[in-house]
């Protein structure tokens, strides 16, 4: 009998040791929660939107650019992919304004991508349409970098680009927003 609940008790360490080791393996694959946009609201770290025009030669080639941060909000348009500033406009922001905005990013899935993914250069994707590229950046340097196209299913971007899109454009009042980008055609 001794043998037997020997027996029992090596059959029930087996059992328990497989379920240790496969709970390891699955715990090892959890992804790590990005922390919300909100918490950068009164740090120096900025969020941009840039919007780049079909691929034609460089004197052609325009783009837009809008940097978001606690105390100013600025938008830049462009020529050239040297990126040559042809106006800049700036505004002041203060730290409720832009934690609002970066909430609002958040629910239209700014921080959504792929950071694994190999395909991190937009360059001479979607060469009729538009890239759009979303950063978070502190101190000059990408937190965050995805991307994505109006030409459907490149980037390593996953949230919905256009309320992202309008929701930058607003940050710009509307009058200066028409006068600088409409006349690019982008």
Not at 129 to 154: A, E, P
Request: hydrophobic share 35%; glycine share 10%; charged share 25%.
């Amino acid at each position: 009998m001794k043998y037997f609940f020997g027996f029992l008790v090596s059959i029930g360490l087996v059992i328990l040791v497989f379920i240790m080791i496969m709970r390891g393996f699955s715990g090892g694959s959890e992804q790590p929660t990005q922390k919300p946009l909100s918490d950068y609201a009164n740090t120096a770290t900025e969020v941009q939107f840039t919007v780049s025009g079909p691929i034609v030669g460089d004197q052609q080639f325009k783009s837009y650019q809008v940097t978001v941060g606690r105390d100013q909000t600025m938008i830049e348009t462009r020529q050239g992919y040297e990126d040559t500033v042809l106006d800049s406009r700036t505004y002041a922001n203060n730290t409720e304004s832009y934690t609002n905005f970066l909430r609002a990013l958040d629910f239209a899935g700014f921080a959504k991508g792929d950071k694994d993914s190999p395909n991190k250069d937009e360059r001479g994707s979607c060469a009729r349409g538009h890239r759009f590229v979303m950063r978070i950046q502190d101190n000059g340097s990408d937190k965050q970098r995805f991307w994505t196209t109006d030409c459907g299913g490149q980037g390593n971007f996953g949230g919905n680009v256009e309320e992202i899109r309008r929701l930058f454009n607003a940050q710009v009042p509307p009058t200066d927003f028409s006068k600088l980008v409409n006349p690019l055609r982008i």
